[in-house]
């Protein structure tokens, strides 16, 4: 049972924590454009950038279909007390992905990684 407690520790904490995690990319975002001896940051391409913005604008735009087509009384956050939402939401965006939340924000960051021009922000992004 120590396992187990330590996972949900482990994993309370970095649930708590995740807000956090996009400043430390930042930080190392920062370093790779400043430092980066790419042909792609030598020269600004306004179709890359635009291309990047348009992927983040779609992450967003997932999440505003989202959260605007919920019907009441589907969602809410879990509590010690129990499940908060009455029915199991399976309309609009939750009909075809399990967390569309998730996959607007995977968007949203997906645009800012490509636009870094690193291969490895990708791919931490899509991990």
């Given at each position: 049972m120590a396992l187990?407690?330590?996972?949900?520790?482990?994993?309370?904490?970095?649930?708590?924590?995740?807000?956090?995690?996009?400043?430390?990319?930042?930080?190392?975002?920062?370093?790779?454009?400043?430092?980066?001896?790419?042909?792609?940051?030598?020269?600004?391409?306004?179709?890359?950038?635009?291309?990047?913005?348009?992927?983040?604008?779609?992450?967003?735009?997932?999440?505003?279909?989202?959260?605007?087509?919920?019907?009441?009384?589907?969602?809410?956050?879990?509590?010690?007390?129990?499940?908060?939402?009455?029915?199991?939401?399976?309309?609009?965006?939750?009909?075809?992905?399990?967390?569309?939340?998730?996959?607007?924000?995977?968007?949203?960051w997906l645009?800012?990684?490509?636009?870094?021009?690193?291969?490895?922000?990708?791919?931490?992004?899509?991990?």
């Open positions: 187990i407690e330590e996972f949900e520790k482990t994993g309370n904490w970095l649930f708590k924590g995740r807000s956090f995690f996009p400043l430390v990319l930042y930080v190392f975002m920062a370093a790779i454009i400043g430092f980066q001896l790419d042909p792609f940051f030598q020269t600004f391409d306004p179709v890359s950038a635009v291309a990047c913005i348009a992927i983040s604008l779609f992450g967003q735009l997932i999440r505003a279909l989202t959260i605007g087509y919920t019907p009441r009384g589907t969602s809410g956050r879990n509590t010690k007390d129990g499940q908060i939402a009455e029915v199991l939401n399976t309309k609009g965006m939750y009909s075809l992905v399990r967390h569309p939340l998730y996959l607007g924000n995977y968007f949203m645009g800012i990684m490509v636009y870094v021009g690193n291969v490895w922000f990708v791919v931490v992004c899509s991990l």
